[in-house]
T-cell receptor, first 110, second 113 residues
Framework: SQQGEEDPQALSIQEGENATMNCSYK?????LQWYRQNSGRGLVHLILIRSNEREKHSGRLRVTLDTSKKSSSLLITASRAADTASYFCQPGAGSYQLTFGKGTKLSVIP | GAGVSQSPRYKVAKRGQDVALRCDPISGHVSLFWYQQALGQGPEFLTYFQNEAQLDKSGLPSDRFFAERPEGSVSTLKIQRTQQEDSAVYLCASGLDRGYEQYFGPGTRLTVT
């Protein structure tokens, strides 16, 4: 299976600052997805980036993908308290078995 | 529109009991995944359906776990003779097809006492 590893494991920032979290994976992928999970709730899909894309934006989110380094980053600009959550990446390849890492736990302090 | 729903939201079972967890995916979604999430961990893949076909069940932890999706829509995850280590949140997700974003349900929190 293809598993992403998020880094850092935990991140604490002040409201208004930017938050950057990274994802590394081991083998070739077709796409990579980022998800958010608020405490005690289901996962919410944030963004999907395909292997032939290098950067993608959605609102305050910016995702980059470097297939040569087998890594992706998620940038959240002008963070808000509501962004407090765990963030997971999910690399997608040919296998049906899609897995998640342990996530980055982001705390945004008001 | 309606998202993915799961029932029950909470389930307490005595060790040894059988449980059945239900997932109603978004209408028309071909792909359906089941995941198990322990506290503080990311979701762990259990099984994948494409319509009614179970194409991957390699993540099911033991033969006590069984999943079905007989008509290609609603899916049920059954756990027989529950053990304490089965306590976790069970998440269901559906998608238009493999390679598209997945939409997650709220999960079923199973506690085995």
């Amino acid at each position: 299976s293809q598993q992403g590893e998020e880094d850092p494991q935990a991140l604490s920032i002040q409201e208004g600052e930017n938050a950057t979290m990274n994802c590394s994976y081991k083998t070739s992928i077709n796409n990579l997805q980022w998800y958010r999970q608020n405490s005690g709730r289901g996962l919410v899909h944030l963004i999907l980036i395909r292997s032939n894309e290098r950067e993608k934006h959605s609102g305050r989110l910016r995702v980059t993908l470097d297939t040569s380094k087998k890594s992706s980053s998620l940038l959240i600009t002008a963070s808000r308290a509501a962004d407090t959550a765990s963030y997971f990446c999910q690399p997608g390849a040919g296998s049906y078995q899609l897995t998640f890492g342990k996530g980055t736990k982001l705390s945004v302090i008001p | 529109g309606a998202g993915v729903s799961q029932s029950p939201r909470y389930k307490v079972a005595k060790r040894g009991q059988d449980v059945a967890l239900r997932c109603d995916p978004i209408s028309g979604h071909v792909s359906l995944f089941w995941y198990q999430q322990a506290l503080g961990q990311g979701p762990e893949f259990l099984t994948y359906f494409q319509n009614e076909a179970q194409l991957d069940k390699s993540g099911l932890p033991s033969d006590r776990f069984f999943a079905e999706r007989p008509e290609g829509s609603v899916s049920t995850l059954k756990i027989q003779r529950t053990q304490q280590e089965d306590s976790a949140v069970y998440l269901c997700a559906s998608g238009l097809d493999r390679g598209y974003e997945q939409y997650f349900g709220p999960g079923t929190r199973l506690t085995v006492t």
